[in-house]
């Protein structure tokens, strides 16, 4: 099956970021940001296939008058300035056909939101996955149209910048239901584009337990541990993938194992299914004629030797049935072990951002103001989890092979030091707590 991956973030102001400074890199060009007077000289990036302008009117537009003008239209401090799609393209396809398919899926953009749209198409990386061909697409955040200059005019907020509350007095539940048509669309568009080139492969936006996938999904690295991995240098990311990916292994395993011993009880069953009895009369008279020679009783009957048939075809199959009991008692315990690693993954990540956030904040602050904390409360919650995640994984670890004690070890050595971290950033006895806090998801920053 081919990659799928089509996710969306925004470019925001209040992250520091710039739509100009993003067009600029992810085409290679040179662009200059009027608001900022900054230069921004990427021509010498290597890795851009390809590049474009689509706008809903089909006329295109010069790159850094577009994203001038995006960047011109908002005025607060914090604006989302242009949106991303981050699309994985089908390795199958050829370059040529990669365009088309990129450019199709902007033009849809452009037609069912009203805005602009800049594409730039990435061959992979000389030391990256071979297959990592993608396409950056940049959005503007408010729908254009052209003035009688024939320049863009930036008009009203397009529909995936609008809230919640905007979006239902138009009949849209939320956001995120924009956010999955895309998603689908993006499905549709490339899957018809494998099928035209004549491959089998497809793509699929559904989560692999949806898919009925007995694997646990990998943590996307992001570029900068990717490039350490790469160097050689253990991530605490890149330990809990290969974590993951050595758990998964010897669930593939386990399954095979199954699937085998299924295949097994049903050739045995067959193999008794084929067993003829002999016929009767010709074996009672045999039978009887050697008892009165030998002075014994008959050797067996047909309804005797029937029997015996079925006893021993009940027992072939309480072996068969402890058998795929056993696996299936090794199944249980080795989804509670991904179970386990899987919910130590998410925690670490629940811990790890709200920590480096505070960190970075204080190693920045200003020696007049207050030190940056962590809420007492969402830190208890976060030790209490990783206390409850150690219980459930000593129960498992005497049957649990030597392998996946190494991994959970390594992981828990990980999440013992986020905690440690996080522990660091407790507010003094003193300090009144902060009321701005989501105890579920950390501090409100």
Same mark, same amino acid.
């Given at each position: 099956m081919? &990659?799928?991956?089509?996710?969306?973030?925004p470019?925001?102001?209040?992250?520091?970021?710039?739509a100009?400074a993003?067009?600029?890199?992810? $085409?290679?060009?040179?662009?200059?940001?009027?608001?900022t007077?900054?230069?921004?000289?990427?021509?010498?990036?290597?890795?851009?296939?390809?590049?474009?302008?689509i706008?809903?009117?089909?006329?295109?537009?010069?790159?850094?008058?577009?994203?001038?003008?995006a960047e011109?239209?908002e005025?607060?401090k914090?604006?989302?300035?242009?949106?991303?799609?981050?699309?994985?393209?089908?390795?199958?396809?050829?370059?040529?056909?990669? &365009?088309?398919?990129?450019?199709?899926?902007?033009?849809?953009?452009?037609?069912?939101?009203?805005?602009a749209?800049?594409f730039a198409? =990435?061959?992979?990386?000389?030391e990256?996955?071979?297959?990592?061909?993608?396409? =950056?697409?940049?959005?503007t955040?408010?729908?254009? $149209?052209?003035d009688?200059s024939?320049?863009?005019?930036?008009?009203?907020k397009?529909?995936?910048?609008?809230s919640d509350?905007?979006?239902?007095?138009?009949?849209i539940?939320?956001?995120?239901?924009?956010?999955?048509?895309?998603?689908?669309?993006w499905?549709?568009q490339?899957?018809?584009?494998l099928?035209?080139?004549?491959?089998?492969?497809?793509?699929?936006?559904?989560?692999?337990?949806?898919?009925?996938?007995?694997?646990?999904?990998?943590? =996307?690295?992001?570029?900068?541990v990717?490039a350490?991995e790469?160097?050689g240098?253990r991530?605490e990311g890149?330990n809990?993938?290969?974590?993951?990916?050595?758990?998964?292994?010897?669930?593939?395993?386990?399954?095979?194992?199954?699937?085998d011993?299924?295949?097994e009880?049903?050739r045995?069953?067959?193999?008794?299914?084929?067993?003829?009895?002999?016929?009767?009369?010709?074996?009672?008279?045999? =039978?009887?004629?050697?008892?009165?020679?030998?002075g014994s009783e008959?050797l067996?009957?047909?309804?005797?030797?029937?029997?015996?048939?079925?006893?021993?075809?009940?027992?072939r199959?309480?072996e068969?049935?402890?058998?795929?009991?056993?696996?299936?008692?090794?199944?249980l315990?080795?989804?509670?072990?991904?179970?386990?690693?899987?919910?130590?993954?998410?925690?670490?990540?629940?811990?790890?951002?709200?920590?480096?956030?505070?960190?970075?904040?204080?190693?920045?602050?200003?020696?007049?103001?207050?030190?940056?904390?962590?809420?007492?409360?969402?830190?208890r919650?976060?030790e209490?989890?990783?206390?409850?995640?150690?219980?459930?994984?000593?129960?498992?670890?005497p049957?649990a092979?030597s392998?996946?004690?190494?991994?959970i070890?390594?992981?828990?050595e990980?999440?013992?030091g986020?905690?440690e971290?996080?522990?660091?950033?407790?507010?003094?006895?003193?300090d009144?707590?902060?009321?701005?806090w989501?105890l579920?998801?950390?501090?409100?920053m």
């Amino acid at each position: 099956m081919a &990659l799928y991956r089509a996710e969306t973030k925004p470019i925001s102001r209040k992250d520091g970021r710039s739509a100009v400074a993003a067009a600029a890199y992810r $085409s290679g060009a040179s662009l200059v940001d009027d608001r900022t007077g900054n230069a921004h000289d990427y021509t010498r990036r290597r890795g851009v296939v390809a590049t474009g302008i689509i706008t809903p009117d089909g006329q295109g537009y010069e790159r850094n008058a577009l994203w001038n003008g995006a960047e011109a239209a908002e005025k607060r401090k914090d604006a989302r300035t242009a949106r991303e799609w981050v699309l994985a393209l089908p390795a199958e396809l050829t370059d040529a056909q990669r &365009l088309d398919l990129t450019a199709q899926f902007s033009r849809s953009l452009a037609e069912r939101f009203g805005v602009a749209v800049d594409f730039a198409i =990435h061959r992979p990386g000389r030391e990256g996955d071979e297959r990592n061909h993608h396409a =950056h697409v940049l959005t503007t955040t408010r729908q254009v $149209s052209r003035d009688a200059s024939g320049a863009l005019a930036f008009g009203d907020k397009a529909l995936p910048e609008q809230s919640d509350a905007q979006l239902r007095k138009q009949g849209i539940e939320r956001g995120a239901v924009l956010v999955e048509e895309v998603r689908a669309l993006w499905e549709a568009q490339a899957n018809a584009s494998l099928e035209a080139a004549g491959e089998a492969a497809r793509i699929d936006r559904r989560s692999l337990k949806a898919r009925g996938i007995d694997r646990t999904p990998t943590v =996307h690295l992001g570029p900068s541990v990717t490039a350490l991995e790469r160097r050689g240098r253990r991530t605490e990311g890149g330990n809990m993938n290969r974590a993951i990916e050595q758990d998964n292994e010897q669930r593939a395993a386990l399954t095979a194992e199954i699937i085998d011993l299924q295949a097994e009880r049903v050739r045995i069953q067959s193999e008794a299914a084929r067993q003829v009895a002999p016929k009767p009369a010709r074996r009672e008279r045999k =039978h009887g004629f050697l008892a009165g020679y030998y002075g014994s009783e008959p050797l067996s009957s047909p309804l005797q030797h029937s029997n015996r048939q079925a006893e021993l075809e009940r027992q072939r199959q309480q072996e068969v049935e402890a058998e795929r009991q056993r696996h299936e008692a090794a199944r249980l315990r080795n989804e509670k072990r991904a179970e386990i690693l899987k919910a130590a993954n998410a925690l670490a990540e629940r811990i790890k951002a709200p920590v480096e956030r505070t960190e970075l904040l204080n190693r920045f602050r200003n020696p007049w103001d207050d030190w940056h904390e962590l809420n007492e409360a969402w830190v208890r919650q976060r030790e209490a989890e990783f206390a409850r995640l150690r219980a459930r994984a000593e129960e498992l670890m005497p049957r649990a092979p030597s392998s996946w004690r190494d991994l959970i070890k390594a992981v828990f050595e990980v999440l013992q030091g986020l905690i440690e971290r996080m522990q660091k950033l407790l507010p003094s006895p003193d300090d009144d707590l902060d009321d701005d806090w989501d105890l579920d998801n950390g501090p409100g920053m």
